[in-house]
């Protein structure tokens, strides 16, 4: 018999990305349900990951509990939303009054507005005006080029003027439009201009760049383009950006507590169908929605028995992480223990991770279901009738055994993976009469989460 009491201690760690759920049911805690790239789900993991790219940088900023998060895309050449815009007049001009020319293309200047303005195809900053003539207005005498939106000039304009300049430029300002605005560039020629010049006309259209999102969706379903993806925190998730220059990335991670949906299959008991009874008997097994039962109750039968339902393993690395509820309240059940399970198939060996009625828990060895072989304690605290969780982790080398919350773990205990027994199958289970376990969730994972 051992008897540890305990104190709590509150370690955080992470589930790692890229983790591949082979089998889950029950409570677990909130995440993303699915998450897809262009209408493709990803592989579903705890982890969300915004990666710099040569052309796309991320930042991402926390103020009153909203995490937004930017991506900025940078370089040449046409991009979602970005890129630059050109007029060239192809045959000469005749500048005079005021005139106007579309924003693009090859097409004649017009004194009427309307016959060459256009809706904007999507929501852009425009910026970075550049023009050349090939030909200069003459002493005396300058044309003024100022785009528009709605009718109305904006900010962004340069003139060329005298008898030597040809070109003029705008790195300065900027405006923004909205999908559908009507744009164009005005032409104001003030003295007499004799000659007749080619024009031409460059404009920066939203940002240029070589990346950036196509498509943002929602489930499947796609979103409008926007400039901004903007990552809001929520009662039961936070959202957590780092630059990693090393990867040349910004790594934003949810991190997620309380309640929430299963990252996986629909949260249901275990199937018991997939499950093989480990000397069941006299044990019994009773369902509720949303757990399963080993409740041996009516027995008292050694403390050392156990009793179970056990499934197969995969090849290391693998993590088996389960929530249990710990019913035994007879006073007689002190030393009788309800937990994780694992077994080798081959030699019988089994091992048996939980607390124990009146006592703090441990780890139970044994050579077979009914035979101790050696104990260990572990620090568990008061766990009777609480949901609390156990993860079990094997690298191909060390087994390492926590307890925690399905959030936070504490690491109880490390030993070689072939310490006692080298399991291929887990489960949940019971050791004595009269011992009751209650199993919410349960799940496999093929990595060292």
Request: with cysteine; charged share 5%.
């Amino acid at each position: 018999m051992f008897n540890l009491k305990s104190k709590w201690v509150r370690l955080s760690a992470g589930f790692a990305a890229g983790a591949v759920l082979l089998w889950a049911s029950g409570i677990a805690p909130q995440a993303y349900n699915l998450i897809e790239g262009n209408g493709t789900p990803a592989p579903r993991a705890s982890t969300l990951n915004f990666a710099n790219t040569a052309s796309v940088t991320w930042s991402c900023t926390t103020a009153a509990g909203v995490t937004a998060c930017q991506a900025t895309a940078s370089g040449g050449g046409g991009g979602s939303g970005g890129g630059i815009v050109t007029y060239s007049s192809g045959a000469a001009i005749n500048p005079v009054g005021t005139q106007y020319v579309a924003i693009g293309g090859g097409g004649q200047a017009s004194a009427t507005e309307a016959d060459v303005e256009i809706g904007s195809p999507s929501a852009a900053t425009i910026s970075a005006l550049f023009v050349n003539l090939d030909l200069p207005p003459g002493i005396g005498n300058s044309i003024a080029f100022t785009w528009r939106k709605a009718g109305s000039d904006q900010t962004l304009t340069c003139t060329v003027s005298g008898a030597v300049a040809t070109t003029c430029s705008d790195t300065t300002h900027s405006f923004t439009v909205a999908q559908g605005d009507l744009i164009d560039i005005k032409l104001v020629t003030t003295g007499s201009v004799i000659v007749a010049p080619g024009l031409t006309i460059a404009t920066a259209y939203g940002t240029s760049g070589t990346a950036g999102y196509l498509t943002v969706q929602n489930n499947g379903t796609p979103l409008p383009q926007e400039p901004v993806l903007n990552l809001i925190n929520g009662t039961n998730s936070t959202y957590v950006c780092a630059d990693n220059p090393g990867n040349t990335s910004t790594d934003c991670q949810v991190n997620a507590s309380g309640g929430g949906t299963q990252v996986g299959p629909p949260l249901t008991s275990p199937n018991l169908i997939t499950f093989t009874a480990l000397n069941l008997s006299p044990a019994v097994i009773t369902t509720a929605v949303g757990s399963i039962t080993v409740d041996n109750t009516a027995n008292s039968d050694p403390i050392y028995n156990v009793h179970g339902e056990l499934v197969a393993l995969p090849a290391t690395p693998w993590s088996v992480v389960a929530a249990f509820q710990y019913l035994t309240n007879n006073s007689t059940g002190s030393g009788l223990m309800g937990g994780l399970l694992l077994q080798n198939a081959a030699s019988g060996n089994v091992a048996i991770m939980g607390p124990q009625y009146g006592d703090a828990g441990g780890i139970l060895y044994l050579t077979n279901p009914t035979s101790l072989s050696a104990a260990v304690g572990i620090n568990l605290g008061q766990t009777r009738n609480n949901l609390f969780w156990f993860k079990i982790t094997d690298d191909g080398t060390t087994r390492n055994f926590w307890y925690g919350d399905g959030l936070r773990w504490i690491n109880l205990r490390n030993e070689t993976h072939t310490t006692n027994l080298t399991p291929d199958h887990t489960g949940f289970g019971v050791t004595g009469g009269p011992a009751m376990v209650a199993c919410y969730s349960f799940a496999i994972y093929n990595s060292i989460i």
